[in-house]
């Protein structure tokens, strides 16, 4: 007997028919003899629906209560499905966050797991019983409903699989695994069979939306393999793994992208050590991510130009920090541009395998794609091109690197 964690995104559990769907597919599981858990997401746009709600009381909504406010769409998506498997005949019962509990820090709308408790569930599955738990939510050590951020239910899913050592993690979701690229802008994009953890890593921070990041480094830190299939085939999906079991690998991997991407300029200022600490201590105070950063100094050496580039909804308030502390970075001008994004290739076999980089910059120049900012790390190489042009560039790379 195996004892198994299957999820259920948004879409595998959009409408009753789904869910009903899902639960023939949870039966089906637990007719092979395994002991099941399953973890549900909210009923596909529940979670957005239940922000905007929020957002008309108040654009600074309160964080705890958004946390119980966001938290109910899990509540409704886990009792749907668990009353759908008891109509099958199969003994089967719904588990919210804090009734496990799910204890997590309260760091509200993205906190992290400490600790789960598992004598009760073990004792439920043991005894043929289907335990169904809502994803995305826990509850601090103050008693307070958390959440574990966006497409946190990944992140649930993984986490049970370490607290009740499971046999497998599977992930049921509405595309067939995890595709080259989207194929929403290249219809070329495939399936792929086997994956490491640094890439998958790679391509969900970088754009990729089937997977959660924290719970990709969840999988990682406890070596959880992850298995990511489609609700709707029984075909085999992507097997998330570690890099050593994978062989037969190619160059590169994946083609991610992300849109709405800013650039800032800070033009002139003055070329001595404590600069660049002057632009980027009040920005990251405020909780603004920096992405790419590119520095060049004039030919006299004197003045550099600081560049950098963050999400487009944290444009207006960067500026304003900027300009807040003006005196403090003395500068000549501020530019900024908007409407950019970040194209990136990622793969474990660039490594060993010299030339990648000149093969891209090559690829985006045939197609008059001009690249605005790079950065890179071992697995992956991320251009800033404007955001009119990421299908182009996505196509292009995804055909030079062998992926189509
Ligand atoms: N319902 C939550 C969200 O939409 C969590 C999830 O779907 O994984 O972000
Ligand atoms: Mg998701």
């Known amino acids: 007997m195996k004892r198994i964690v299957i999820k259920f995104g948004g879409t595998s559990v959009g409408s009753i028919k789904k869910i009903i769907n899902a639960a023939k597919i949870i039966k089906k599981r637990h007719e092979e003899n395994n002991e099941v858990i399953v973890v549900v ?3 596909s746009g529940t979670t957005d629906d239940l922000i905007n ?18 938290s109910s769409g899990e509540q409704i998506s886990s009792s749907l499905l668990a009353g759908a498997i ?3 005949g199969i003994k089967a019962r719904s588990w919210l966050g804090w009734q496990i509990p799910i204890l997590t820090n309260d760091n509200h709308a993205s906190s992290q797991i400490m600790q789960i408790k598992t004598d009760e569930i073990l004792n439920f599955i043991s005894q043929k019983g289907v335990a169904v738990i809502a994803g ?10 958390t959440t574990l951020g966006r497409g946190g239910s990944d992140l649930s899913a993984v986490a ?3 607290f009740f050592q499971t046999d497998s993690c599977e992930i049921y979701t509405d595309v067939e695994g995890i595709l080259t690229t989207d194929p929403s802008i290249n219809k070329n994009a495939k399936k792929i069979d086997k994956i490491s953890y ?3 890593l790679e391509m969900s921070s970088l754009g990729a939306k089937v997977m959660q990041p924290s719970a990709v480094q969840t999988a990682m830190t406890n070596n959880i393999s992850v298995h990511v ?7 085999s999906g992507t097997k998330i793994i570690s890099e050593s079991d994978i062989d037969n690998r190619r160059v590169v991997t994946g083609i991610a992208y992300s849109k709405k991407n800013a650039k800032v300029s800070i033009v002139g200022v003055v070329d001595k050590p404590g600069v660049a600490a002057d632009v980027f201590e009040p920005i990251g105070k405020n909780n603004i991510n920096i992405d790419m950063v590119i520095q060049n100094t004039s030919l006299d050496g004197k003045k550099a130009n600081i560049t950098f580039t963050i999400k487009q909804e944290d444009l207006k308030k960067t500026l304003s920090i900027i300009e807040k502390n003006k005196k403090k970075i003395n500068y000549n001008k501020v530019t900024h541009d908007d409407k950019l994004a970040k194209v990136s290739i990622i793969g474990a076999g660039m490594i060993a395998s010299p030339g990648v980089t000149y093969k891209m910059f090559r690829c985006l120049a045939d197609e008059k794609i001009n690249i605005l900012a790079i950065s890179t790390s071992e697995i992956k190489i991320s251009v800033l091109i404007r955001e009119a042009l990421t299908q182009k560039a996505v196509k292009a790379l995804h055909k030079v690197f062998g992926l189509n």
């Open 229 to 235: 299939r489609s609700t709707f085939s029984r075909k």
């Open 198 to 200: 640094e890439e998958m």
């Open 160 to 162: 049970i699989a370490k």
């Open 136 to 145: 995305f939510q826990g509850v601090s050590k103050e008693n307070r409903i």
């Open 41 to 43: 997401s909210a009923m």
């Open 86 to 88: 008891i109509e099958l």
């Open 53 to 70: 709600r929020s957002r008309q009381v108040s654009d600074s909504f309160n964080k705890t209560e958004l946390d119980v406010l966001m």
